[in-house]
């Protein structure tokens, strides 16, 4: 298996734009993370999905921020409009969960610029 | 609820000396515990697991954590630092009722310096 894929690998957009960011999770995987990583704030939890059903979106910043999981081999994180505080590593992650002691794998993250 | 506390921010070792990272924990459940290693520019790679199977447990590279349910803790070792250690270490509990079983909590992450 390839991993977790995520795409784009870098994004540079003006400030209002909208941004997509998608991950293919690791096939078989049930449960997909969002994380946003920053020098000022560390690594946060956006949403996580059991079963492609979104189980906790507390910690989406605000409304702007979106996230869909149609099906088990595909998520997206969109953010519309996008604003210069939004620049950030976001990372994807994928796990079976079932075993309790299941690990995530993360993706290779996507490096997001909003001038 | 869940949480995990690295105590250190930021930790600094001579090349060749003995590592710790220290995590404590807090779970309502039987937690499963995790560490994570991330270096610059780079994803987030997994050190080791805790499974119960054994309180001991041995990870890549050398590193090795212990379980203490006792003292709620699942500190990271190392018997002796290399330079291609230097890099930030994230602790991390999943587990909780069924609702929230499956989500991962990070510990705010320890930057390991490793100096000549």
């Known amino acids: 298996d390839a991993g977790v894929i995520q795409s784009p690998r870098h994004e540079v957009t003006e400030m209002g734009q909208e941004v997509t960011l998608r991950c293919k999770p690791i096939s078989g995987h049930n449960s997909l993370f969002w994380y946003r990583q920053t020098m000022m704030r560390g690594l946060e939890l956006l949403i996580y999905?059991?079963?492609?059903?979104?189980?906790?979106d507390s910690g989406m910043p605000e409304d702007r921020f979106s996230a869909k999981m149609p099906n088990a081999s595909f998520s997206t994180l969109k953010i519309q409009p996008s604003e210069p505080r939004d620049s950030a590593v976001y990372f994807c992650a994928s796990s079976f969960w079932g075993a309790r002691y299941t690990e995530a794998f993360f993706g290779q993250g996507t490096r997001l610029t909003v001038v | 609820a869940q949480s995990v506390t690295q105590l250190d921010s930021h930790v600094s070792v001579s090349e060749g000396t003995p590592v710790l990272l220290r995590c404590n924990y807090s779970s309502s459940y039987s937690p499963s515990l995790f560490w994570y290693v991330q270096h610059p520019n780079k994803g987030l790679q997994l050190l080791l697991k805790?499974?119960?199977?054994?309180?001991l447990v041995k990870g890549i590279n050398g590193f090795e954590a212990e379980f203490k349910k006792s003292e709620t803790s699942f500190h990271l070792t190392k018997p002796s630092a290399h330079m291609s250690d230097a890099a930030e270490y994230f602790c991390v509990v999943r587990g909780g009722n069924t609702g929230t079983a499956s989500k991962l909590t990070f510990g705010t992450g320890t930057r390991l310096q490793v100096t000549l």
């Open positions: 999905f059991n079963n492609n059903v979104p189980i906790d």
């Open positions: 805790y499974t119960s199977a054994a309180t």
